[in-house]
Antibody, heavy 120, light 111 residues
Framework: QVQLVQSGAEVKKPGASVKVSCKAS????????IHWVRQAPGQGLEWMGW????????NFAQKFQGRVAMTRDTSIRTAYMELSRLRSDDTAVYYC?????????????WGQGTTVTVSS | QSVLTQTPSASGTPGQRVTISCSGS????????VNWYQQLPGTAPKLLIY???QRPSTVPDRFSGSKSGASASLAISGLQSEDEADYYC????????????FGGGTKLTVL
């Protein structure tokens, strides 16, 4: 079945970087954008950006410009999101999600989430 | 501050019909389709409605969506206790090279 499986929880110190992986299975990896969405404790969903696994093209929310990178390795069907210069307010659950129809925001499959805790 | 606007909370008793609204602008809901997500406590969001009013095959027909202009709504009929969750609207936004925008979420309580 179509599935996205994310890497495990991380604890980082302020100023460090974190890299979260998202392994896809059950569909054509290069045929669908992957989006990254985060959710701070008790807060709503916040869109971070997308990557097109075909070409590696990306677009990021303005808030994260200069601090986020999204990459992919098509040989192992895995997308990555790296956030640098971490702050305490980056503590959140980070989700990857597959976009079913191009430029629709229609995210039909989600990863299980990766908890990132930033604490000194 | 979310780009799409939702009322923070809603409630109903079992069997009732409740409606959750979502408002946006011409660059998102006004020109693109709306999707709705359900998030149960401690779990990842789940797609509930896509393309304004389409349901994935696993979603009961008690859930329905509609859109008019730059606003959309989600209706839940025959409310059940397991419907207690957070509901988010989302849409593609044509600004800033294309992005997904979310509402702030509506917490639905089944009394």
């Amino acid at each position: 079945q179509v599935q996205l499986v994310q890497s495990g929880a991380e604890v980082k110190k302020p100023g460090a970087s974190v890299k979260v992986s998202c392994k896809a299975s059950g569909y054509t990896f290069t045929g669908h954008y992957i989006h990254w969405v985060r959710q701070a404790p008790g807060q709503g969903l916040e869109w971070m950006g997308w990557i097109t696994p075909d070409s590696g093209g990306t677009n990021f929310a303005q808030k994260f410009q200069g601090r986020v990178a999204m990459t992919r390795d098509t040989s192992i069907r895995t997308a990555y999101m790296e956030l640098s210069r971490l702050r305490s307010d980056d503590t959140a659950v980070y989700y990857c999600a597959k976009e079913e129809a191009l430029w629709s925001g229609y995210l039909d499959v989600w990863g299980q989430g990766t908890t990132v805790t930033v604490s000194s | 501050q979310s780009v799409l606007t939702q009322t923070p909370s809603a409630s109903g008793t079992p069997g009732q019909r409740v409606t959750i609204s979502c408002s946006g602008s011409s660059s998102n809901i006004g020109s693109n389709t709306v999707n709705w997500y359900q998030q149960l406590p401690g779990t990842a969001p789940k797609l509930l409605i896509y393309s304004n009013n389409q349901r994935p095959s696993t979603v009961p027909d008690r859930f329905s969506g509609s859109k008019s202009g730059a606003s959309a709504s989600l209706a839940i009929s025959g409310l059940q206790s397991e419907d207690e969750a957070d509901y988010y609207c989302a849409a593609w936004d044509d600004s800033l090279n294309g992005r997904v925008v979310f509402g702030g979420g509506t917490k639905l309580t089944v009394l």
